[in-house]
């Protein structure tokens, strides 16, 4: 079995669990509190890796995309498109989300029913003097100590950019010592996650016990809002593709189709690699020098349905505790949600869940405890991450060529 299959795994046989002492009192006034601290426990093994592998990626992703822009004009219009696109999706998405909250709203009690027993009292941020202040990263030292995600980002991406103006020897010395602190970090995560199952088990007796089958109900409804927003920002792709690449809508999804279908059953934009290339170089007449640039960066490193799923579970996770996001907030979201996406890439994708939410929900005041949870069940938004990625892949690779011509 693999991670995935474990951990989701662990979900059930947790609830299954919990749904079984939620029978017995006696023998879930004992169970139950020893559940949560393990639970607890796993959860805070993760968090320590949050502030220094955000700095990190940020940094040599940075580094990484300087070199690709230094590479030729192609590449360099290639990383605009990507950096307008991601920041599109994740605002798009978050606006769909809210939209389909006010509609289907979180059932009353859907906190408690995954084993959280209290919420946050509400609160907004308006734009004021003082917040845009706030984005100063004055004491980064601080701000990571105290983890308050928008300085520090702020801060490793000046960082990142002053360094692609250092001498390159110096350059490649700083990038290479933190590669290393990333690969170390890295380390520390797969520890944890080799514990995910037991993590994710233990979380998922506590729901189970709090409130039974009412945790699945809720667990539904998250997939089905953040499956929405995924599939809201693929469908996008297509009008911006008859806009930008003056190519009909049902031309270019008959030629996506087949890397569609593969990316469906892989999960894997890799896998769907050589259809994307069969759909650029025949149905689209893609040139091959544009193609040869453009699609491998874009497997790579443009994930357009990651910004905006991150941004979509972090808005639900508030939405659970009740936390009301005001203009400010909704901004800084989806905002950091672009940045690390973007650093975020080639990190395996129960790592990237949290790291790459993590900083969000961090960013705008919203806890972080439930992720394990929602990971367990990130197979079936997954599905629908990769496919939204596969087609925008193909999309901006046309759009550069056409710009080009």
């Not at 010592?177 to 995910?196: K, P, Q, R």
């Not at 792709?237 to 190519?247: L, M, Q, T």
């Amino acid at each position: 079995m693999t991670l995935t299959q474990r951990i989701l795994a662990a979900l059930i046989a947790g609830l299954a669990c919990g749904l079984l002492l939620s029978r017995v009192a006696d023998l879930a006034a004992h169970v139950t509190p020893v559940a949560e601290l393990i639970g607890k426990a796993w959860v805070g093994g993760l968090r320590i890796t949050i502030v220094p592998l955000v700095f990190a990626l940020i940094v040599t992703g940075i580094a990484s995309a300087a070199d690709a822009a230094r590479a030729g004009g192609v590449a360099g219009r290639a990383l605009l498109f990507i950096a307008i696109g991601l920041t599109a999706s994740a605002l798009a998405a978050g606006l769909v989300v809210e939209g389909l909250l006010a509609l289907w709203p979180v059932g009353a009690g859907a906190l408690g029913s995954l084993g959280l027993p209290a919420a946050l009292p509400s609160q907004a941020t308006a734009i004021t003097g003082d917040w845009l202040l706030s984005f100063i990263p004055v004491n980064p030292i601080k701000s990571a100590a105290e983890g308050e995600m928008v300085p520090l980002v702020a801060f490793a991406l000046l960082f990142g950019f002053a360094a692609t103006r250092i001498d390159p020897g110096k350059r490649a010395g700083l990038v290479g010592l933190i590669h290393s602190l990333t690969d170390t970090l890295m380390v520390i995560v797969h520890w944890v996650l080799w514990l995910a199952p037991l993590g994710v088990f233990a979380l998922a007796t506590v729901a189970g016990s709090r409130a039974g089958i009412a945790a699945a109900g809720t667990l539904a409804h998250y997939i089905a809002i953040v499956v929405c927003a995924c599939v809201a920002v693929t469908l996008l792709v297509y009008p911006v593709v008859r806009i930008a690449g003056g190519v009909g809508i049902a031309r270019f999804a008959r030629a996506v189709a087949p890397a569609q279908a593969i990316a469906c059953s892989t999960q894997s934009s890799i896998a769907s690699l050589p259809a994307m290339i069969e759909a650029t170089s025949g149905p689209l007449a893609i040139r091959e020098p544009v193609r040869n640039v453009v699609l491998p960066m874009a497997v790579s490193i443009f994930r357009i349905t990651s910004a905006a799923a991150n941004f979509a579970v972090a808005l639900y996770v508030a939405a659970l505790h009740g936390i009301a996001i005001g203009p400010g907030l909704f901004v800084i979201g989806a905002l950091v949600a672009t940045v690390v996406s973007l650093a975020a890439v080639g990190l395996p994708s129960q790592v990237s869940f949290f790291t790459s939410i993590g900083p969000v929900c961090l960013a705008m005041g919203v806890p972080v405890e439930i992720l394990p949870l929602l990971l367990a069940v990130e197979t079936i938004p997954d599905i629908f991450r990769t496919v939204g990625n596969v087609t925008a892949d193909v999309a901006l690779t046309l759009i550069v060529d056409r710009r080009r011509r």
